[in-house]
Antibody, heavy 112, light 112 residues
Framework: QVQLKETGPGLVQPTQTLSITCTVS????????MQWVRQTPGKGLEWMGF???????EYNSEFKSRLSISRDTSKNQVFLKMNSLKTEDTGVYYC??????WGQGVMVTVSS | DVVMTQTPPSLSVAIGQSVSISCKSS???????????LHWLLQSPGRSPKRLIY???NLGSGVPDRFSGTGSQKDFTLKISRVEAEDLGVYYC?????????FGGGTKLELK
């Protein structure tokens, strides 16, 4: 059974770095792309980027300068790190396998 | 970036009624392999998005055949025959032909 679960901080201060972990089960990260999508009040659903089954990455240029996606296949985990956070980054962050399987999402509020 | 325009933004329907949602893209969504990577998702209240249809017209696993997708190039339609209460929520189209992947603004389906 395919499962994905995001864990991360609920609150992050402006200018700080956001770190979210997606832990998966039921499949191998070496066989599927894993992507990050966020949902914000201002822009709705936004594709942030993905890490391919082979480990290379592709980013939305909207985030490229401050976003990093990585993984630890031994732990079945995918990581999102985004720096220089702004209040507009407030929203729900999802990891997904393609568009077929989604995690429950983690709500992130950027506020001092 | 490819802009995905959905209409209408909202729909009020009665149970048992049939409805259609339009999605238009700013560029052709035909990829170099000849396939069209246009998908439809449903986000039920308080839930993560769920993929309904992939590559224009293919039903996702477990999706009832009341849902159907049609279209080509830049013009696509999702049809729901005989709406049921569980169909309520926000429908999104998404394209994964061009980077960055992009989503439509959503169509909210509500009960009349």
């Amino acid at each position: 059974q395919v499962q994905l679960k995001e864990t991360g901080p609920g609150l992050v201060q402006p200018t700080q770095t956001l770190s979210i972990t997606c832990t998966v089960s039921g499949f191998s990260l070496t066989s599927y792309y894993m992507q990050w999508v966020r949902q914000t009040p201002g822009k709705g659903l936004e594709w942030m980027g993905f890490i391919r089954s082979g480990g290379s990455t592709e980013y939305n240029s909207e985030f490229k300068s401050r976003l990093s996606i990585s993984r630890d296949t031994s732990k079945n985990q995918v990581f999102l790190k985004m720096n220089s956070l702004k209040t507009e980054d407030t929203g729900v962050y999802y990891c997904a396998r393609g568009l077929e399987y989604w995690g429950q999402g983690v709500m992130v509020t950027v506020s001092s | 970036d490819v802009v995905m325009t959905q209409t209408p933004p909202s729909l009020s329907v009665a149970i048992g009624q049939s409805v259609s949602i339009s999605c238009k893209s700013s560029q052709s969504l035909v990829y170099s392999d000849g396939k069209t990577y246009l998908h439809w998702l449903l986000q039920s209240p308080g839930r993560s998005p769920k993929r309904l249809i992939y590559q224009v017209s293919n039903l996702g696993s477990g999706v009832p055949d009341r849902f159907s997708g049609t279209g080509s190039q830049k013009d696509f339609t999702l049809k729901i025959s005989r709406v049921e209460a569980e169909d309520l929520g926000v429908y999104y189209c998404a394209q994964t032909t061009h980077f960055p992947w992009t989503f439509g603004g959503g169509t909210k389906l509500e009960l009349k």
